[in-house]
């Protein structure tokens, strides 16, 4: 199935369909047979896990496309780019749509089974796997990230705003882009911190690395699930099977968090904390789990900043809704599910959290899906 918006039913995905793309083109040689794509708004990169099927009639003369031969003795291997699309082969005109595009990190060849097996990263891998080893001095958070972005051959999108960093106000600023000194050991951890330190969600786009506010809910980016509950004599109809409802007590018995600085050039120490009455510098008589970070060299500002947003993450795992659904080729992290009709607290707008994304020919396509609300409310439950 496609992703009903706007309260519609999802049209029915009557002959969905797979193809993958190396390096921009489909290969003869290596059909799909089935992959598996888990997609998630946490720190990590998406992953592509697909089985392809090998003609051996096919294979050109220049060998099998991803047994490649460095350029030089010693030579490092270049990037084979892996695109995976789909549409409904039963809908007049029906477009590819692209659902993943990464690069190759692991392939294993089964000859007898005339198979292969591939995984896959999408563009995040860059940053991932990308040393810190230079210093910025004088620029803003937004600044860095383009930087570093560009330096691993990417195309920076960032839209987040922040104030200077390197060593335009202190001296831990610079330590955070060192590699020696510093847990920020990736160009991932650094864009990642910088991108949470300003309220973004970081994450590819293809060759695109987007660095942004997180989204709020809207009319284009909220799915409906179905659910109907017409009384005991009568079976639950829900666009989902084996959905399961979870809730954490332990976090609904509250949450504290508390988020500490300091400047060793002027002695002096900074902390704030956040809880589900709001914000204050001491403790308050709030009472619950108290969470603490410290974050050298941050300013007040940064850690009203962060101290709201890491209560936001621990307290979306209050609720949890997981279960799959027949496949919807738009659904995607960061967008919003709208689930009405349970007479329970889990009723709401919820984030969508991650999806797993299934194909196979004789699986057809499916979806695991992972919901939260991520809503900062007194029990960390929906606004609705």
């Known amino acids: 199935m496609n992703g009903g918006l706007n309260g519609t039913a999802p049209p029915v995905w009557r002959m969905p369909r797979a193809r993958v793309l190396v390096n921009g ?28 099927a090998v003609d051996r009639t096919r294979i050109p003369s220049g060998g099998l496309w991803f047994d490649l031969q460095p350029d030089a003795q010693g030579g490092a291997l270049p990037d084979i780019d892996i695109t995976v699309q789909m549409r409904d082969a039963a809908r007049d005109g029906a477009q590819w749509v692209t659902v993943f595009r990464g690069i190759v990190d692991h392939v294993g060849l089964l000859p007898a089974a005339t198979s292969v097996r591939v995984q896959c990263r999408d563009y995040l891998a860059k940053l991932l796997d990308m040393r810190v080893r230079a210093g910025w001095l004088n620029m803003t958070g937004a600044d860095v990230v383009r930087a570093m972005v560009t330096a691993a051959g990417l195309v920076p999108d960032v839209t987040m705003t922040d104030a200077m960093v390197g060593q335009f106000w202190q001296v831990e600023h610079k330590r955070m882009s060192a590699t020696t000194h510093s847990r920020f050991q990736t160009a991932f951890d650094l864009a990642r911190y910088m991108a949470t330190m300003a309220g973004c969600d970081l994450y590819a786009d293809g060759t695109t690395i987007v660095c942004a506010p997180c989204p709020t809910a809207t009319t284009a980016n909220t799915h409906v699930l179905d659910y109907t509950d017409s009384g005991p004599d009568s079976p639950v109809a829900m666009g989902a099977y084996g959905l399961h409802f979870a809730r954490d007590y332990q976090v609904g018995r509250g949450v504290i968090v508390h988020v500490m600085s300091w400047d060793s050039r002027q002695r002096t120490r900074v902390e704030y904390y956040w809880s589900a009455t709001g914000g204050a510098t001491t403790p308050g008589d709030s009472a619950g789990t108290l969470h603490s970070f410290a974050m050298p060299g941050a300013r007040l500002d940064d850690l009203r900043r962060l101290a709201r947003q890491k209560y936001s993450q621990i307290t979306a795992h209050a609720r949890t809704i997981t279960g799959t659904i027949p496949g919807r080729i738009t659904l995607a992290p960061r967008d919003f599910m709208r689930l009405t009709g349970t007479g329970t607290t889990w009723d709401g707008t919820l984030d969508v959290d991650a999806v797993t994304s299934s194909f196979s020919w004789q699986g057809g396509f499916s979806q695991q899906v992972t919901l939260r609300a991520r809503t900062i409310t007194q029990d960390g439950g929906t606004d609705d």
């Open 25 to 52: 083109a489909e290969r003869a040689e290596t059909g799909l047979e089935e992959f598996t794509l888990v997609r998630t708004r946490y720190s990590r990169a998406d992953t592509l896990d697909m089985t392809l």
